[in-house]
């Protein structure tokens, strides 16, 4: 049996979803493909997928086995391309998870730019809202914008830091009135970042300050948030790299100028065996350009 071979058609058949492409992938019929997984589920002696006609579905076993298994397959592969590896040059796959928002404003255009740049990278980004460890979702990084736990056998490398701005239509100030202090705020319906919770905290001489704020809608991406501030849904607390067009339009006004939000850092969680790889440090240090440029200048 063909382990390796069983492997990479078992993670072919989780990423599409289906026999068919995953064998035009792998370039054999689907058949093959098929007897492959078949023969991984017998050597690891369980069930994988959830097989119907319409659809092949990873089982729990399937989800926990895939992360392992990308990783394998990933140590692997670049093993065997420092062996035949050509001068200097990076080569290899990095499997990155990004912020849904971070990445459609600011960086697919510098992700685009680092490919060209490095043609024998191979990149497979997924978009989550949310804290996750690399390490055990089979990555090999997660950048992350808000405050996220330690996972052991991770590594936290800071980015670049960002304002966070607090604000709101001028339609909806008409209608709900202006707050003037962080406890008026108890009176306005709040639009949340889901990982940040539904408190909003201010920093003051005395100390940091929490305010809770009724919700109205809460979600993982600040794109949608926006678009509900500029509806006058509500007050959002937006990244000033999402609502600085809209402020300079005067579609929607920043409130609390005299009251700081506490900084926020975007952070790389980088897998331990991998941060030292020539292709992630690039990636870093080609990442924090990439915000410097295009994020407004925040002192660290």
Same mark, same amino acid.
Request: neutral net charge; aromatic residues 6%.
């Given at each position: ?15 599409? &979803? ?32 959830e ?14 086995f895939?992360?392992?298994a990308?990783? $394998? ?8 391309? &420092?062996?035949?590896?050509?001068? @200097?040059?990076?080569e ?15 960086? !697919? ?7 060209r ?10 978009? /989550? @809202?949310?804290s ?12 992350? &914008?808000? !405050? ?24 909806? $100030? ?30 003051? @001489?005395?100390?940091?300050?929490? /305010? ?6 809460i979600?993982? @991406?600040? /794109? ?11 007050i959002?607390m937006?990244?000033?790299? /999402? ?14 100028? &005299? ?42």
């Amino acid at each position: 049996m063909d382990t390796v071979a069983n492997l990479r058609a078992f993670l072919a058949v989780a990423r599409y &979803g289906g026999f068919s492409e995953a064998a035009r992938q792998l370039n054999v019929v689907p058949s093959v493909a098929a007897k492959r997984v078949s023969q991984l589920e017998h050597a690891i002696g369980t069930k994988l997928f959830e097989r119907s006609t319409r659809k092949v579905v990873l089982t729990e076993s399937g989800e926990q086995f895939q992360s392992r298994a990308r990783s $394998l397959i990933a140590d692997l592969d670049d093993t065997l391309a &420092g062996l035949k590896r050509a001068g @200097d040059r990076l080569e290899g796959r990095i499997l990155m998870m990004v912020p849904t928002t971070l990445n459609i404003l600011v960086l !697919a255009d510098a992700l685009s730019e680092f490919l060209r740049e490095h043609e024998h990278i191979t990149l497979e980004l997924a978009l /989550v @809202d949310r804290s996750v460890n690399p390490a055990e979702e089979g990555f090999d990084l997660a950048i992350s &914008g808000h !405050a996220a736990s330690s996972y052991e056998g991770v590594i936290d490398v800071p980015l670049y830091p960002f304002e966070q701005v607090l604000c709101a239509s001028p339609d909806y $100030l008409a209608r709900r009135g202006t707050p003037l202090r962080p406890h008026d705020l108890g009176d306005h319906d709040g639009l949340f970042f889901k990982p940040l919770g539904t408190a909003w905290r201010f920093d003051s @001489d005395q100390g940091q300050l929490s /305010v809770d704020v009724r919700p109205r809608l809460i979600a993982t @991406d600040n /794109v949608t948030l926006r678009a509900a501030a500029l509806a006058g849904t509500g007050i959002a607390m937006l990244p000033r790299y /999402v609502s600085a067009e809209a402020l300079r339009s005067g579609q929607l006004v920043q409130l609390l100028e &005299g009251f700081s939000l506490p900084k926020s850092w975007f952070r790389a969680h980088v897998t331990q065996h991998r941060a030292k790889l020539a292709r992630i440090v690039t990636l870093l240090e080609w990442l924090k350009e990439a915000l410097r440029a295009a994020l407004p200048n925040v002192a660290a």
